[in-house]
Structure formats: structure tokens, C-alpha cells
């Protein structure tokens, strides 16, 4: 169980640094070659190419103009959800499903990537950009909170409830295990009690056929003597006569 728990938190915390280094690296190199709003580097020509853009709005460029406010509801966000992670971990004992520490990992790193930016920039560094369709600038951390809100939703839809299930399957399973040890035991204790008793029964039986058979040997006994003296005084009377 420990061990479960303790990959279940490696593996958010991993992802969380993976997405927050890779956030802030690209925007850091982009931003050096493209050092100007407006700046283009061609990639794919027709498919996407690289453009300085400072959005001070939240993800794809939604709630412009609010930094204050994006970094109060970023806060909050970030604190109720590693607060649910918390508490399932703490009630699956680490037996949560990988998509929940996956999701964790991504929003909670594509959210400290934005927030990063907002906090010491007032925007965040936004610069990849799709040709072929209308689509609103993004960068690595967009892409991450994206990926992580799509995996929240699986997890809530199809896997939250089940694992709730087979939790309280374990539960029951667990406490009926308890129930038969505990069985299992009173046994044990009350069995060489019944020995001592058996043997105690055993022992008063054997001295009440001593003492009949010694009485019975007595009467016995009595009974030749008495046979013996009427005999004794008869050959008595004899010889007299």
C-alpha cells in the first residue's frame, strides 16, 4: 500500500516537473529569438510557426485583461484539486487510478507555468500558432492544462465511481477476514479449557469407580467373615459334646 502511494505521488510530482521545465524553457528560448510582439519564425510552413504574443488573459486568450483576478482563480483551482488528490489518496491508500496522478501532474504544472509568467511578467508568454485554422495562441502549458482537464473528466465519468466500489469491496472483504481470525481465536483459547474440563470429568470418574470398587471389596470381605464364625462355633458345640 505505502508503496503504491509513494509512485502514485512520484508520478504527479514528475509530470508536474516535466511540464513546468519545458513551459518555461520554450518560452525562455522563443523568446530570445522572437524578442519582439509581432516577432514570426516560420516551422512548418502552412501548418505552424512560432509568434511573440503577451496574453493577459487565461488559457487561449479567455478573461483578457484580469491578470489579478487569473492568479486568485489559478490559486484556488490548484488548491481544491490537490486537495481532492489528497483525500483520495488518503482513502484508496494510494490505490488511485493512473489518470488521476496524470491529471494531477499536468494541470497542476501548466497551471504553475502561467502563473509563473503572470506574476513576474503580468502576461503570459504565448507563441505557438496554427496557419491552417482560426485558433487562438498557445504555448506549452495551455496545451498541458488541456490534456489534464480532458484526463479529470475521463477519471470523473468512468473511474471515480468504480473505485469507490471496489473499495468498499476490500473494506467488507477486510473486515470479514478480522471476523474469522477473531473466531478463530476465541477457539483457540476456549479448546484447552475443554481439554482441562474433559480431563477433570475424567479424573472424578476414575475415583468414583476406585471408591466403588473399594467399597464393594469391603462388603466382600465382610461377608466371609461373617460366614466363617457361625462355622467356627458350630465345630465348637461338637467337640463338647
Not at 5 to 19: D, H, N, T
Not at 55 to 72: C, D, K, Q, S, V
Not at 176 to 201: H, Q
Request: glycine share 8%; with cysteine.
Amino acid at each position: 500500500m505505502k508503496n503504491k502511494l509513494i509512485l502514485s505521488i512520484f508520478l504527479a510530482c514528475g509530470i508536474f516537473a516535466f511540464i513546468l521545465i519545458a513551459d518555461l524553457l520554450s518560452k525562455h528560448f522563443i523568446f530570445q529569438a522572437l524578442p519582439n510582439a509581432g516577432d514570426s519564425m516560420e516551422v512548418i510552413s502552412g501548418f505552424f510557426n512560432f509568434l511573440h504574443v503577451e496574453n493577459t488573459g487565461a488559457a487561449w486568450g479567455m478573461l483578457a485583461g484580469r491578470p489579478i483576478f487569473l492568479i486568485i482563480i489559478s490559486l484556488v483551482i490548484l488548491g481544491v484539486y490537490l486537495w481532492f488528490y489528497a483525500i483520495r489518496l488518503k482513502k484508496h491508500k494510494g490505490n488511485t487510478s493512473i489518470v488521476l496522478s496524470i491529471s494531477v501532474g499536468l494541470i497542476v504544472g501548466g497551471c504553475f507555468g502561467n502563473l509563473i509568467d503572470r506574476i513576474v511578467f503580468g502576461y503570459v508568454r504565448d507563441f505557438i500558432n496554427l496557419q491552417f485554422m482560426e485558433f487562438p495562441v498557445f504555448n506549452v502549458a495551455d496545451i498541458s492544462l488541456t490534456v489534464g482537464i480532458i484526463l479529470m473528466i475521463v477519471y470523473f465519468i468512468f473511474i471515480y465511481s468504480k473505485e469507490d466500489k471496489k473499495q468498499e469491496m476490500l473494506m467488507k472483504d477486510l473486515a470479514d477476514f478480522r471476523g474469522n481470525n477473531e473466531v478463530a481465536n476465541i477457539i483457540e483459547i476456549e479448546m484447552p479449557k475443554d481439554d482441562e474440563n474433559s480431563n477433570g470429568d475424567k479424573k472424578d470418574n476414575e475415583q468414583k469407580v476406585d471408591e466403588s470398587a473399594s467399597k464393594s471389596s469391603e462388603e466382600i470381605t465382610k461377608g466371609k467373615d461373617g460366614s466363617q464364625t457361625p462355622q467356627k462355633s458350630q465345630e465348637g458345640n461338637k467337640n463338647e459334646g
